[in-house]
C-alpha cells in the first residue's frame, strides 16, 4: 500500500514535460524522412555539380550542394551533422510540413533554426530568405513567427507560442515567402515542437513532492517506534 501511495504521488508530480521534441527528426539526424516538402529531393552524388531551383538536399555541408554557397557545419555539431538545404523556388513554398499529435489546452513552442546560404565571396549579394513558422488545427494556418535571413552561413533561431483548444492533431510548415529565385536560398536545423508547463503542472510538482515527503516521514516514524 505504501508503495502505491508513493507510485501515485510521483504521477501526480509530473508535469508537462519541456524536454520532449514532438517533431519526428528536427534535426534531420535520419536524413530524407519524416517530413513533407513543396521542393524536390535530390540525393548526394545527384546535385548535376550545383542544387537547382526548387530542390533540397540533406547534407553536411552546403558546399557540397553548390560550388556559390557557403561552407559551414550543423547548428548543433551531433554525430550525423545533416542538415536541410534548399534552393528557393520563385513561389510562395512549403519547405518542410509534417502533422504531430497534440493534447488538449496544452500551450506548446514551435521554433527553428536557419541560415542563408549565398554566397561565398566570389558571387553576388544575396537575396535573402523569408521564412514564417505555421500551424494549423483545421481551420487555416496562423503565423507562430516570422524572420528574414542575414548574414551568410549563420545559424539564427526564432520561435514561438501556440496554445492548442481541443484539437488532437495539428498540421505544422515552415514556409518561404521570398518569390525571388536568384540568391532566395537557405538551411534549416533543429525544428522543434515542445510543450510549456502551465503554472498548474508546477503547483502539481509541488503537491506532489509534497505527499511524498510526508510518506517518507511517515514511515521513517514508524520505523522508529
Known sequence: MKAFFLASALVLAAPVSAATNLVTNGNFSAGNTGFASDYSYRAPGN????????????DTNAINTHS??????????????????????????VAWAQTIAVQAGYSYNFSAFAANLCCNANQAPPNFSELTLEADAGSGFATIATFTLSGVGTWLVVGGNYVNGQNTSLALRIVNTNTIAGGNDFALDDISFN???????????????GLVGAAMRRRSNAVAV
Open 68 to 93: 556559390a554557397w557557403q561552407s559551414f557545419g550543423d547548428n548543433t555539431g551531433d554525430a550525423a551533422g545533416l542538415y536541410f538545404i534548399a534552393n528557393g523556388a520563385g513561389f510562395n513554398s
Open 47 to 58: 546535385y548535376g555539380g550545383a542544387l537547382a531551383e526548387g530542390l533540397y538536399a540533406i
Open 195 to 209: 510543450a510549456v508547463p502551465e503554472p498548474q503542472s508546477w503547483m502539481m510538482l509541488i503537491a506532489g513532492f
